[in-house]
């Protein structure tokens, strides 16, 4: 990995959410479990840790401005960042939760009418960036040929992951269901911008679900993520812009708008939309928050709320509180939005999705969530099996992740290296990159560019995987 390129998961992937710098005492185990405990088995199913081997650390001794004063402006594709940045997983990974609500993609294949398995996709795109929410860490950037999987027979899933592109950094992945009911594919690519107080990444990429037994396809690209106060101040994250699903076979689309906070931070987190049809008839109105929960209900009900609450608006007017904008340095702080925790649900509303709870040690785990605090757990004999590229066998990573920071820096350092001198033994050789398990093409549903699962991954020859750790 070239370090030009460190800070490319920085907010990677418009999926970064982030709140505000938690510092943590390494000398207690805040509850953190040992090294390789793991709990038993239960029902026949493999149980997952539910801890770190080590604590978060601080990381109020760094400086990000000194990095990134002279990058306004320009694409964040470029700037080494320390490894006190990161957290203790690869961007493919990070990719891999996404998957974390997938039981809302096997509840829309089980949907008998084309609206219901929509709400249910709808609500399954919004859950996707959800664990990003007080993410203040940024994934590893993957290494060329990197690769990931993960088999979850308690979920009904199985993924893959290759990082098939240096310059520019592409991820592809393709995650399949274990009862042939669903496949779901894409490449990211984000493009990255530092505006002086805030990082911006605008989304690139298809993301394909194809649920088989409709023989329906749906795509999206994902909304675009602003990281706050990157220079000082507390980091805060929002997500905004508009995210369309296509039902491709049926044309009805689902239109969800990701608001952007406001003035006061009255529409933080905020997201409503609605599903048309094909002559764009309003079928089902969504609204709830990407954070916390999703809710629909149908149109005539929404828009007679609506009213009423329109007519008695000039009774629930008051005086904005100014949570003012500090001055640090000379520089202006954006002001951190006071969160509304609940969401108000309009009466006769449907629950479409509700955000799993986190886990009570989480904020000493980089704010991960239950699923992702698995993500890295290599299991005895687990690494016989895997893919000599798979993230899980990264040194630097590991070493992170079990609190020796000067081992992690030491093998990042390597493993940098490492790629920079195969990539000029290429040049020299005048070779070009084979990526393994994904080729370039386009995508069947859209015709843009896109990269496209090859297959074979799971028939388990790796003989001409690269050696890239």
């Known amino acids: 990995m070239n370090g030009e390129e460190e800070f490319f998961d920085a907010v990677t992937e418009a999926n970064q959410r982030v709140t505000g710098v938690i510092r943590v005492d390494t000398s207690k185990s805040n509850g953190i479990g040992k090294v390789g405990e793991r709990p038993p088995q239960e029902n026949g199913l493999q149980k997952h840790r539910t801890s770190l081997p080590a604590p978060m650390f601080t990381r109020s001794d760094f400086s990000v401005w000194s990095i990134l004063k002279k990058c306004i402006g320009l694409e964040l594709s470029k700037i080494t960042m320390p490894i006190a940045f990161n957290e203790p997983l690869s961007f493919l990974q990070r990719i891999t939760e996404y998957m974390e609500h997938v039981y809302l993609i096997h509840k829309a294949s089980r949907q008998p009418q084309p609206l219901e398995r929509m709400q249910s996709v709808a609500a399954f795109a919004v859950s996707a960036v959800a664990s990003q929410w007080e993410r203040t860490g940024k994934p590893f950037n993957p290494l060329l040929g990197e690769t990931y999987e993960l088999i979850r027979e308690d979920l009904g899933f199985r993924f893959i992951s290759e990082q098939v592109s240096h310059h520019p950094p592409i991820s592809a992945f393709y995650s399949e269901g274990l009862s042939q009911d669903f496949l779901f594919h894409g490449s990211i690519y984000p493009k990255l911008k530092f505006w002086g107080k805030s990082v911006e990444a605008e989304p690139r990429g298809t993301i394909t679900l194809e649920l088989l037994k409709h023989d329906e396809a749906y795509t999206w690209t994902n909304p ?10 507390k980091l805060w994250i929002e997500q ?13 689309k689902c239109v969800l708008h990701f608001k952007p906070c406001g003035l006061f931070g009255k529409e933080l987190h905020k997201v409503e939309g609605h599903i048309q049809d094909r002559n ?3 079928l089902f109105m969504i609204y709830g928050k990407w954070t916390e929960c999703l809710w629909g209900i149908d149109p005539v009900a929404y828009e007679s709320f609506k009213k ?19 001055k640090a340095d000379g520089d202006v702080v954006d002001a951190v939005p006071e969160v509304q925790e609940t969401v108000q649900v309009i009466p006769g509303s449907k629950l479409l999705w509700r955000v799993n709870t986190r886990p009570p040690n989480s904020a000493q785990m980089y704010n991960f969530t239950s699923f992702t605090v698995s993500l890295n757990e290599l299991e005895t004999g687990m690494e016989k099996i895997l893919a000599p590229t798979d993230c899980r066998l990264r040194p630097d990573i590991r070493g992170m992740e079990n609190g020796n920071m ?6 990042k350092e390597r493993l940098e290296e490492k790629q920079r001198e195969a990539r000029r033994e290429r040049a020299r050789e005048e070779a070009e990159w084979q990526t393994r398990w994904f080729h370039q093409g ?28």
């Open 308 to 326: 009423q609450e329109r007519r008695g608006d000039h009774l629930k007017k008051a005086k904005p509180t100014d949570n003012g904008s500090e």
């Open 280 to 282: 764009k008839k309003k």
């Open 224 to 233: 675009t993520c602003c990281v706050h106060n990157v220079i000082i101040g």
């Open 240 to 252: 905004y812009g508009t995210v369309e699903i296509l039902n491709h076979r049926t044309g009805d």
């Open 406 to 411: 000067d081992l992690a820096s030491q093998e």
């Open 442 to 469: 386009s995508n069947p549903y859209t015709g843009t560019p896109d990269w496209l699962y090859t297959g074979g991954y799971f028939e388990r020859d790796y003989s001409s995987c690269p050696d890239i750790y």
